[in-house]
């Protein structure tokens, strides 16, 4: 029987998968098992954002270049979407519930690992440890949630996991702010121990395996490989592209060996018994249309985060914690509006409130573009508060639409999939933007220097200005006067506030495509096997 036979039986038959017992006590307990899962993805959301704070400390404590400091961030994202559909095909594979653990024990050890370094070299390691442990978490969360909710209970069940993922991405800044100032760098890593040991406690107690009955025996190791290398050639790509050009060779050929290797991985999964990604899955339109729809989602959200925390910090001088607080109405309102995206994903399916919700972020979008200088914080509260509004129930419904329409069997490889297009997104958006930025304030920062009749600059100079300018950094030093100071500090602001703009407009366009993706969604056709019905 070919993988393709097999997904298409899986799809026309979700019966024929074993439904669990009825949970008894504590163990598969649903609405425990969300609780217990929640708290380990918790720990691999935050470390997306929290390390950004710690970076400047980590740097000045351990002596680190600007190179290694990028690593740091670099090497837990490569990590983390380069292994994300392996690690959810070992779900598949093993069970959910030992994967899970598994992730748990080593995200906590590795970050243990981390605060107790002595050199940037060990950082870096296991930071890189930390990607691999937390791509074995998240696949293996929505596989759990899967097999133990029963259908019209799921959505509810990922909004809540979504406002999970949403608020500590978010909060990130906030706590690592706090952190950092008043304990240390090192106290970043070490709150995931704790953290860690409660979601472990909490797994071996609640958590239950479930296991479709043809759940795949195999691996494809080649398919692994290839999947791999495609995965690091393109974010390598992305992350290195704005630092070597976009036109350079360096850049071209890591995006050419991408293309390649994608394609050799699609031919090669024809001719394999068990294939890593049965590509008969993408035949289902409205999964293909979710795993689209959740690369533009994070890129708006992504890459237009990025430039928030800047315009907040070096614009308006706010500091971390301060900046972080900024952008609680984002955060409260993706908390508030998740659990209520999912009951209504229930109720009226998945299309309109994705479309909805990417309107929604394109409006937000368009309005942060026309952000300014010396903009109130009521201003800037509404369109932040507008941009969770939209983004609660994408999070949820993306999540629900690539889960949903995949067979029971390969849960674990869609949510792993659902994961890897999010990262690939936020890459893009992040790299994407950060280029519409630099050449915004390549073209007019010489310009409006002039035009505010501050002293010339050389070529070199004009590039060193440039380079401060495109995250919001007036070039001054202390030799300068202080009326020349502020002219300086204006033209920086204007222009980067300037470049900001035009990537906010490109972020809108990009939600406004993603709305248009999301008429092609529907309700998960094979959401009916995971758990029975009669569970909660």
């Known amino acids: ?201 909490l797994g071996m107690v609640i958590l239950k395996d479930h296991r479709a009955e043809n759940a795949p025996r195999s691996f494809d190791i080649g398919g692994i490989v290839l999947l791999s290398q495609a995965m690091f050639c393109l974010i390598w790509a992305l992350i290195k592209g704005s630092e070597w050009g976009w036109g350079d060779y360096r850049t071209l050929g890591f995006l050419g060996a991408a293309l390649a290797l994608f394609v050799v991985f699609a031919l090669s999964q024809k001719n394999v018994r068990e294939p890593l990604i049965p590509l008969a899955m993408f035949r289902s339109i409205p999964l293909s249309a979710g795993a689209v729809l959740m690369v533009l989602m994070a890129f708006a959200f992504m890459g237009g985060l990025f430039f928030v925390t800047f315009y907040l910090q070096n614009v308006h001088g706010l500091s971390p914690v301060d900046s972080g607080l900024h952008l609680l109405p984002l955060t409260g309102m993706m908390i508030v509006a998740s659990p209520l995206a999912g009951a209504m994903i229930t109720k009226f399916g998945p299309r309109v409130p994705l479309v909805g919700g990417m309107v929604c972020t394109a409006v937000a979008m368009f309005g942060m573009s026309q952000l300014e200088i010396g903009t109130s914080t ?25 889960v949903g329409n995949a067979p029971m069997e390969l849960s674990g490889v869609a949510g792993g999939l659902q994961q890897a297009a999010m990262q690939v997104g936020g890459s893009l958006g992040t790299a994407v933007l950060g280029a519409v930025m630099a050449s915004q304030v390549d073209s007019k920062l010489g310009d409006n220097w002039k035009a505010a009749q501050l002293p010339p600059l050389s070529p070199e100079q004009l590039d060193q200005a440039s380079s401060a300018v495109k995250v919001g950094i007036p070039p001054v030093d202390g030799k300068v006067p202080p009326e020349i100071a502020g002219k300086i500090a204006g033209v920086a602001h204007d222009t980067f506030v300037s470049g900001m703009s035009t990537a906010f407009m490109v972020a809108g366009v990009v939600a406004v495509v993603a709305a248009l993706v999301a008429t092609l969604t529907k309700r998960g056709a094979n959401a009916e096997a995971g758990a029975g019905a009669g569970h909660i």
């Not at 129930?393 to 993306?398: K, L, R």
């Open 378 to 402: 009521l201003t800037m509260s509404i369109w932040f508060g507008l941009l969770g509004l939209g983004l609660a129930p994408v999070m949820v419904g993306a999540t629900e639409v690539i």
């Open 1 to 201: 029987m070919t993988s393709q036979t097999t997904v298409d039986k899986a799809s026309r038959e979700p019966k024929e998968i074993a439904a669990p017992a009825p949970a008894k006590g504590l163990r598969g307990h649903p609405w425990l098992t969300l609780f217990s899962v929640a708290i380990g993805v918790m720990m691999v959301a935050l470390d997306g954002t929290i390390v950004a704070i710690a970076n400047p400390a980590i740097q000045q404590d351990l002596n680190a270049s600007l190179a290694d400091v990028q690593w740091i961030t670099n090497g837990y994202m490569l990590a983390l979407a380069v292994s994300l559909i392996t690690a959810g095909k070992l779900g598949d594979r093993f069970g959910h519930r030992q994967t899970f653990l598994i992730g748990v024990v080593g995200f906590a050890a590795s970050s243990g690992a981390i605060g107790l370094s002595d050199s940037v070299t060990l950082v870096i390691v296991f930071r890189v440890l930390q990607g691999l442990f937390g791509a074995l978490l998240m696949p293996a969360a929505l596989g759990l949630l899967r097999a133990t909710f029963p259908a019209e209970k799921l959505n509810m069940a990922i909004g809540i996991w979504g406002m999970v993922i949403g608020a500590s991405t978010a909060g990130g800044p906030i706590l690592g702010g706090v952190l950092v100032e008043h304990v240390s760098w090192q106290s970043v890593f070490f709150i995931n121990v704790p953290v860690g040991v409660i979601a472990l406690v």
